[in-house]
């Protein structure tokens, strides 16, 4: 009777001591969930996977810029996607060289990913969200480095000539490039090669985030500085390119049929 009162205490006590480690450090919804959020500085994303259903010629059928948003955060797993397409990781392909998901002159990577992520913007679990802040994307570890805290949305949409679609959106990727890594290599010609890199990755975010059910948008006007200003990047990388994300308000419908029609309407004419 004492041998079962000394083992069923020790057993409860082992309980506790592990509930008790696992509510301090390992928060139960970002742990069930696979995230893991590393001290104050660094979330490490869930590792890409298949899960969108389209196809890709679906999502080039589908992708249209999109402007208005419902009142709806991301979750986790739709901004790793999001992310892995813009400069994630695919293969190690050895000599230090990691592939990527876009092509690269000379593998020089020169594009560099920040994201701005608002208030209650990218759910963990339920009743959780991301922290408020400029996030830096790490890929090699696929992961978000946090910048720096607070809710930024409204300076970026002053910064982007008050475009609302800016403000509105949870979370904006915002591409930016270090021109030096490319023109290193290839003098001026680097500089179109920059550029090129920008629309890759950029359609690359387009059908991701289409695949996600998720819409985003291009935008192009902005004052440089003024970004510069809210993302604080590193001295050497340029702000070129922003894309807010969001839940459509109206996600683009067509079908293929309907674009049969149109061509055959189009060969007529
Ligand atoms: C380089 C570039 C810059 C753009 N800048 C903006 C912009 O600042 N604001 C905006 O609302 N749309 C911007 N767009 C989106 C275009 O207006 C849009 O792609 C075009 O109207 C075609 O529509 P679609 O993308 O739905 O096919 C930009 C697109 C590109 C390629």
Redesign the pocket.
């Known amino acids: 009777m004492r041998y079962y009162h000394v083992l069923l205490s020790t057993v409860l006590t082992l309980a506790v001591l592990i509930y008790v480690f696992i509510s301090l450090y390992m928060p139960s919804e970002l742990y069930s969930r696979g995230v893991t959020v590393l001290g104050e500085g660094e979330i490490l994303l869930p590792l890409p996977t298949k899960i969108t259903k389209l196809t890709v010629e679906e999502a080039l059928l589908l992708?249209?810029?999109i402007?208005k948003w419902l009142p709806e955060p991301l979750d986790l797993t739709q901004l790793s996607m999001l992310l892995w397409a813009t400069q994630g990781i695919v293969e190690d392909a050895g000599f230090g060289w990691y592939r990527r998901t876009s092509p690269s002159a000379g593998a020089t990577y020169p594009v560099e990913v920040y994201v701005v992520i608002g208030n209650r913007s990218v759910r963990l679990g339920s009743g959780e969200f991301v922290e408020a802040g400029i996030y830096k994307y790490d890929y090699m570890r696929h992961s978000l480095k946090l910048v720096k805290k607070g809710d930024y949305r409204t300076d970026l949409w002053r910064a982007?000539?008050r475009?609302d679609?800016v403000r509105e959106a949870p979370v904006t990727i915002v591409l930016c490039a270090v021109y030096e890594r490319t023109t290193g290599r290839y003098g001026e010609r680097g500089i179109r090669y920059v550029h090129m890199e920008l629309?890759h990755i950029?359609q690359n975010i387009?059908l991701m985030a289409t695949a996600l059910g998720l819409g985003t948008?291009?935008?192009?006007?902005?004052y440089d500085e003024e970004v510069s200003k809210v993302i604080s990047p590193a001295r050497d990388e340029r702000p070129l390119?922003?894309f807010p994300v969001g839940v459509p308000e109206k996600p683009f419908r067509t079908s293929f049929e309907e674009l049969s029609t149109l061509y055959e309407k189009l060969r007529r004419s």
């Open positions: 992708r249209k810029s402007r982007s000539l475009q679609w629309g950029g387009y948008v291009a935008i192009g006007a902005f390119y922003l």
